[in-house]
Structures are given as structure tokens and as C-alpha cells.
Nanobody, 118 residues
Framework: EMQLVESGGGSVQAGGFLRLSCAAS????????MGWYRQGPGKERERVAA???????TYADSVKGRFAISKDSAKNTLYLQMNSLKPADTDMYYC????????????WGQGTQVTVSS
């Protein structure tokens, strides 16, 4: 089972930025399909970004142009650079390893909280 540990969340003002990290173990992120999800109280978990084994990426419309997903193979770490943050981005953010065939999440991290104040 892939183990994932997120970090980098925190509190920022609107317009600010954060970079989330997801350290993986037991499997190489470079050979895995990975994604970032977020979920707030009473809301369904939504995928905000994903990266596939050939480097293709997808983003939710709400974050396009502001968020960027990337991998560092040497550190076996997934990142989510979040710029121009808005109060609507306030959520718990989760890293996930995805099935490359279905795109569905298989393993989850414990989450890291992002709070954006106006």
C-alpha cells in the first residue's frame, strides 16, 4: 500500500500562495498517477488536479491558471502550487494515488488544512 503524507497547509490572506507537498513511500510517484483533492464540511470531495504517468495534467475549472501540480522524482514527492488563493479555496486538501486505468483514487493521505481569509 502506498503511504502518503501531506504538508504545507496553513492560513493565508486572499491573493496569497501556498505549496502543498505529499511525500510518498513504498511506490515511486514518477511511475504513478497522482492527484490532489479537497473537501470542506458538508461538501463532496472534489479532485482539483491530477498528473498521469506520461506527464499529462488535468485541473478543475475553479483552479485552472492558479494551481499547478508537479512531481519531484528524486524526493518522491508530489506538489501542488497554489497561487492567487481565494476564500473559496478554504478546504482540507488530500493527496491521492490514482488508478492509471480508471483515474479513481486508491490510496489517500491524511490531509492538510488550507484556510484563506478575505
Amino acid at each position: 500500500e502506498m503511504q502518503l503524507v501531506e504538508s504545507g497547509g496553513g492560513s493565508v490572506q486572499a491573493g496569497g500562495f501556498l505549496r502543498l507537498s505529499c511525500a510518498a513511500s513504498k511506490y515511486a510517484v514518477s511511475r504513478s498517477c497522482m492527484g490532489w483533492y479537497r473537501q470542506g464540511p458538508g461538501k463532496e470531495r472534489e479532485r482539483v488536479a491530477a498528473m498521469f504517468t506520461l506527464g499529462g495534467t488535468t485541473y478543475a475549472d475553479s483552479v485552472k491558471g492558479r494551481f499547478a501540480i508537479s512531481k519531484d522524482s528524486a524526493k518522491n514527492t508530489l506538489y501542488l502550487q497554489m497561487n492567487s488563493l481565494k476564500p473559496a479555496d478554504t478546504d482540507m486538501y488530500y493527496c491521492a494515488a490514482l488508478s492509471c486505468s480508471t483515474g479513481y483514487p486508491m490510496f489517500w493521505g491524511q490531509g492538510t488544512q488550507v484556510t484563506v481569509s478575505s
